[in-house]
């Protein structure tokens, strides 16, 4: 049977894959999604009390939710569990107290290391359908500092050249060691907000990024985005783990098929300015920021 009232905390990543997976075990439900750090008591058992869309099955997902943990009130609500049709997850840093013990599923995880991140990198490897070599493994937990959705980013990037024959010594310069990482400027574009797309952009050539590497970077993350948006379209499903495609296609259909195609168009084309000379890499990169606006 299917857990209806999970309360989840601790490593960012471990954190997200159990989600997933009880989200995948409800099947096709309306998910909605709240963050303890910004709703109202009153908003949240509102939102419990509400019947689905066209009165089916809900999930209701709180974020951030190690402020409400305490709440009486809350708890009082919940001691028979949540309304009927509707399934509810609380996810935040460290949740404990009457609220989880009242959960169905209440699992704390702490952060990996040593060995153990190890492991999650060769599990998140084989997951994207990637070699799982000694020396890559090395390779990712140190690119990763120990962030275990850092991690999962650089297997995301990695698996970008699934298939290709890549050198030993063509690997190091695919992830990212340096600070910052490029990930919160990819996910500011794919997520269409141009304000934090520049700042972050601005951000990262400040701090010596080589604005042709990201450039190709940048270019990489379109097609993936425009081969995620085309397979859902398609009804086919995405290649990758459930992770990845969860991530990929959350910032695809932020798009049209058609103005996926016309980035990438327009990437193409600023790739043939720089390499002839019209336009720098840096001067490409906001030229193609810029014109996210709609």
Known sequence: MAIRFGVYSGDSLAVERILSRRLAELGEVERVTLFGDQVELGELLSQLSAMGLFGGERALIVRRADSLVSSERLTQVLRDGPPPGTALFFLGEKLVGPLARLAEEALHFPAPTGRELRALAGELLTEAGLPVHPFLVELLAEACGGDTLRLAREVEKLSLWRGEKLSRSTIPQLLFFAEPTPYAFLDAVGERRLSAALAELKKLL????????????LLAHVRTLLAARAAWEGN????????????????ARRF??????????????????????RVTPEGALYLFTLSLVP
Do not use: H, M, Y
């Not at 701090?207 to 190709?216: A, E, K, Q, V």
């Not at 086919?236 to 910032?251: E, K, N, S």
């Open 206 to 217: 400040v701090s010596g990024w080589d604005p042709f590497r990201l450039f190709f970077v």
């Open 256 to 277: 049209s098929l058609k103005e996926l195609v016309e980035l990438l168009a327009r990437l193409q084309e600023l790739d043939v300015r720089i390499k002839t000379g």
């Open 236 to 251: 086919r499903r995405p290649a990758g783990p459930d992770w990845l495609v969860r991530r990929r296609l959350a910032q």
